[in-house]
T-cell receptor, first 114, second 115 residues
Framework: EPEVTQTPSHQVTQMGQEVILRCVPI?????FYWYRQILGQKVEFLVS????????KSEIFDDQFSVERPDGSNFTLKIRSTKLEDSAMYFC????????????FGEGSWLTVV | QQQVKQSPQSLIVQKGGISIINCAYE??????FPWYQQFPGKGPALLIA?????SEKKEGRFTISFNKSAKQFSLHIMDSQPGDSATYFC??????????????FGKGTKLSVIP
């Protein structure tokens, strides 16, 4: 069964450093998302990406965050200058055009900022 | 108005029993209501979903009941098994018209099924 794959599974970084989280969405999916989950809390929407541009973003997704689809398969989330409060599990998700709302999540990248 | 309220926060059920998790929403523009199952250290996995034009959907031991007038929906797990022990999230989404279907999640219910 096709799945969303994410790398790295875990990254520890120093405060102020740049981090890039990578995702390979399910092929032929057209909608791409990043969500995050702070330990023990609910999953929160960060950004959606469709047709090579950001469709929507939440208040969390400030100027420190950016997304990119550098080629036909990868989808990345960059955090420019990490803060302690960026420590969370980051999930990439993708969805097919035909099913609209249905989206599938990857296993997540656990980011620890120290 | 974008909130989805989920209860209970935690639930302990005996093996073979019925697990019931409830969610409520405010935004009547929501048109898709999925349930996700999450095991520790893993991503949310789509379990079952419903649209507001039906009142119930069943897949195996999992059933969603949907009450459009009350703006509530619930997940029922029949014959609960220890392997069902996980955190369950309800969610809701709508077509924003911007090519996005962002999900708004509830806070989750940690289900423990004891033998």
């Amino acid at each position: 069964e096709p799945e969303v794959t994410q790398t790295p599974s875990h990254q520890v970084t120093q405060m102020g450093q740049e981090v890039i989280l990578r995702c390979v969405p399910i092929s032929n999916h057209l909608y791409f998302y990043w969500y995050r989950q702070i330990l023990g809390q609910k999953v929160e929407f960060l950004v959606s990406f469709y047709n090579n541009e950001i469709s929507e973003k939440s208040e969390i997704f400030d100027d420190q965050f950016s997304v990119e689809r550098p080629d036909g398969s990868n989808f990345t989330l960059k955090i420019r200058s990490t803060k302690l409060e960026d420590s969370a599990m980051y999930f990439c998700a993708s969805g097919p055009r035909t099913s609209g709302n249905t989206i599938y999540f990857g296993e997540g990248s656990w980011l620890t900022v120290v | 108005q974008q909130q989805v309220k989920q209860s209970p926060q935690s639930l302990i059920v005996q093996k073979g029993g019925i697990s019931i998790i409830n969610c409520a929403y405010e935004n009547t523009a929501f048109d898709y209501f999925p349930w996700y199952q999450q095991f520790p250290g893993k991503g949310p996995a789509l379990l079952i979903a419903i649209r507001p034009d039906v009142s119930e959907k069943k897949e195996g031991r999992f059933t969603i009941s949907f009450n459009k007038s009350a703006k509530q929906f619930s997940l029922h797990i029949m014959d609960s098994q220890p392997g069902d022990s996980a955190t369950y999230f309800c969610a809701a989404s709508m077509d924003s018209g911007a090519g996005s279907y962002q999900l708004t999640f509830g806070k989750g219910t940690k289900l423990s099924v004891i033998p």
